[in-house]
């Protein structure tokens, strides 16, 4: 944060939020005004060089972004960025009238066409337009009008002469997705648990807002209550945000938001490109638009007057962003709705812990359209051969291919962290401390809990059976896509995960390819259990049940039974009867046959009190600081010091470690971990704490971050 004086004929015009040039040695960079205060020390301090010609930041954002600085340990000028209209990555240009305008976004605005093939790429005609249908076909359809050429073999005259002979459909599309933009649709009659959450949330609208859960099984009709809330907000005058976690793995809700709302639904997220964003933002900020939909940073959409933020899924880990600022979406969304007095609904099938102990509870207890909720079919892994697909999945999913239907196989995440297991009785080593399963490292082959450092040596036998059957164990998603191309060679393979799903449009050419008729399966990580509705799911299974509980985190648990819920959940939702399979090593692990059974409730009382019986979130909270750099013996040097410096600082704060993490990119990582009754107890301690050992760490070539209330430990 710097100071400048603000010269008398702009006096007028760098009120709070106004968007400043300011002299930086020779450059002029792009400010905020955060506040003016009487100059103090007079004279002394350089003069903005002008306002720049852009709306101001809305109050409400601007302090927003101030409690994230503090809150988060974080930069203010990363908080700030995250209010700013986007536009030119902060760029200034001075305009010939001496007027300074931010830099237009890289491209200019771009009109987006959709195009879909009407014919065969085969009976496209000349040679030239059968290879711009095959680019279209392996593009899933879409291209950018106004760059032909840019996506190869698709020169937009062609193109056109496609359209006109009646090869190839265009349509104009608004934002990154075609929103459907026919008649409206009306809504259904709500059922009487419906029209109770409506009833809650109109009334906390009204009432000046404030949180609910909105804990609804999958396909129970959360969104139709969103819906009725928001038209109700709108009634009232007031906007509405829509946070999903990912919105390409929910192509059907942005239809379906226009459909029943009109054009007024903006798409805010990450795939824009930087002119749909910008034009987005200006539709937001001028009221063109009352309703946002879009990811994590949707949540600092202009929209004024708002009424009411849905947080759907809000147990999604990716509402947390993993780099600076390390702010939590839903928590930021309780802030601005209760500065705003919007309500503020968080819905979910698995709701996390923190939000079942705290909110007050709205529930959709079953389906809408009455269907039941298939139940899991637990599948003992020991009783199995080696393989990662068991025989009843594999059987399953063989008969299910040749009625030419869809399933959804969901395995463990890639570049797993391993456990020791016990092939015989299922045994895992945890730590006796934390109550996490150890990690097995190599090179010596030790155990160490990545909560607290502690390590082990690897039992010989069991523990537990006295077997000599302790095994390494983690189930990659490239093993068992090889075992399901040898067990069901009639399925069309769909491999969904961070590297296929990974730029513009992927997930959903993805989606897109796995819909196309004919049986096909679905693989991946979590990603593939958050589709919001694919159609014709008869099978749906998790190869590796209790994977999650390998994470060494004290969320493992609440994950597993996430996954195990919401995978069940996609199966058989348009009344088709359906199979749910859970392979399990441990098939007595608590969360497999609650899971199995959808006992949210059950899961999450005791998970409550293991919570607080390991004095972990939502009973503390706690503060993670990773320290890392290229010289071993310089980050465990400095890791300690800190972690010493902070233990004398603040005798209310538990500190834990330094441990030692994974090395990454060849850098050496320690964490410390903090916990307290509240993040503020701790966060001062650590401000001062990092900036008396600034000048300490750059000489020593070590950073240290600070995640405050971080999603693993
Ligand atoms: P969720 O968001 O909880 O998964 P949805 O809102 O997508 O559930 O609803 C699931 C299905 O049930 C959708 O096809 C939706 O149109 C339908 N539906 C929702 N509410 C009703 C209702 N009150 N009457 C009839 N159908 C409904
Ligand atoms: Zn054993
Ligand atoms: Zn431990």
Redesign the pocket.
Same mark, same amino acid.
């Given at each position: 944060m710097l100071d400048y004086a603000v010269p008398e004929e702009l006096s007028g015009a760098a009120v709070a939020g106004a968007l400043v040039a300011c002299p930086l040695g020779p450059r002029r960079i792009l400010g905020v005004v955060v506040g003016r205060d009487a100059p103090t020390h007079e004279g002394r301090l350089q003069p903005i060089a002008g306002v720049v010609e852009a709306p101001p930041v809305a109050p409400d954002l601007l302090e927003l972004a101030a409690w994230m600085a503090r809150y988060y340990v974080a930069p203010a000028a990363t908080c700030l960025r995250l209010v700013l209209p986007p536009g030119g990555g902060g760029a200034l240009r001075r305009a010939p009238d001496g007027s300074w305008r931010l830099a237009p976004p890289p491209s200019g605005p771009r009109e987006v066409l959709t195009a879909r093939l009407l014919a065969e790429p085969g009976d496209a005609g000349s040679a030239r337009r059968r290879k711009v249908a095959e680019a279209l076909h392996a593009a899933a359809g879409t291209l950018a009008a106004a760059a032909p050429g840019r996506r190869p073999g698709t020169p937009m005259p062609t193109v056109r002469a496609m359209a006109r002979a009646g090869v190839l459909a265009l349509e104009a599309a608004r934002g990154a997705e075609a929103g459907a933009a026919g008649p409206r649709s009306r809504p259904? %009659?709500? %059922?009487p648990d419906?029209a109770r959450a409506v009833a809650a949330l109109v009334a906390a609208i009204d009432d000046g807002g404030g949180p609910h859960l909105l804990h609804?099984v %999958?396909?129970?009709?959360? %969104?139709?209550v969103y819906l009725h809330a928001i038209e109700a907000a709108r009634a009232r005058g007031r906007g509405a945000i829509v946070l999903v976690p990912e919105i390409a793995l929910t192509p059907q809700l942005l239809g379906r938001l226009r459909a029943r709302l009109g054009p007024g639904v903006a798409v805010w997220h990450s795939a824009l490109t930087p002119a749909q964003r910008a034009a987005e933002h200006r539709r937001v900020r001028e009221g063109e638009a009352d309703v946002v939909l879009g990811a994590r940073s949707a949540v600092f959409a202009p929209v004024p007057r708002l009424g009411l933020i849905v947080v759907d899924e809000e147990h999604d880990g990716s509402y947390k962003q993993d780099s600076s600022p390390r702010y939590d979406a839903r928590q930021v969304a309780a802030l601005r709705g209760s500065r705003a007095g919007a309500a503020v609904v968080y819905g979910s099938a698995t709701p996390r812990p923190e939000t079942w102990r705290a909110l007050p509870r709205l529930s959709?207890p079953a389906?809408?359209?009455g269907s039941p909720l298939p139940t899991a079919e637990i599948v003992d892994m020991r009783r199995q051969g080696a393989g990662p697909v068991s025989r009843p999945l594999a059987s399953a999913l063989h008969d299910a291919m040749l009625r030419g239907e869809k399933a959804i196989v969901l395995a463990t995440r890639r570049g797993f962290a391993l456990m020791a297991l016990c092939r015989e009785c299922g045994w895992i080593a945890r730590c006796p401390d934390c109550d996490v399963a150890l990690v097995h490292h190599d090179r010596p082959a030790r155990l160490v809990c990545h909560h607290c450092g502690r390590e082990e040596h690897v039992p010989g036998v069991c523990p537990s059976c006295h077997a000599a059957a302790i095994v390494r164990q983690g189930t990659g998603a490239q093993g068992v896509e090889r075992a399901l191309a040898r067990l069901v060679p009639m399925a069309r393979l769909v491999r969904m995960d961070a590297s296929s799903a990974s730029g513009r449009g992927a997930v959903a050419r993805l989606l897109e390819e796995f819909a196309r008729p004919g049986p096909a399966i679905l693989l991946g990580t979590q990603m593939v259990a958050k589709g919001?509705?694919l159609p014709d799911v008869t099978v749906a299974a998790v190869v590796d049940a209790d994977a999650p509980l390998q994470f060494a985190g004290f969320r493992s648990e609440e994950r597993a039974f996430a996954l195990i819920v919401q995978i069940a959940g996609r199966a058989g939702r348009r009344g088709e009867p359906a199979r749910v399979f859970v392979q399990a090593p441990e098939p007595a692990a608590r969360v497999v046959p609650l899971g199995a059974r959808h006992a949210v409730e059950e899961f999450l009382d005791g998970e409550l009190a293991r919570r607080r019986a390991h004095d972990l979130p939502p009973y503390s909270h706690l503060v993670r600081i990773v320290v890392e750099g290229e010289a071993a013996d310089a980050v465990a040097r400095c890791a300690s010091g800190i972690a010493d410096e902070l233990r004398g600082a603040a005798p209310a704060v538990r500190v834990r470690g330094p441990a030692p993490l994974h090395r990454l990119r060849g850098r050496t990582r320690a964490a410390i971990l903090l916990a307290a009754e509240r993040a503020t107890l701790v966060t001062p301690h650590i401000r001062s704490t990092l900036a008396a050992w600034e000048g300490e760490l750059r000489r020593a070539g070590v950073r240290a971050g600070v995640d405050v209330d971080p999603q693993e430990t």
């Open positions: 259904p %009659t709500l %059922t419906q609804g %999958t396909g129970s009709g959360k %969104t139709e959709l389906r809408a359209d919001h509705d």
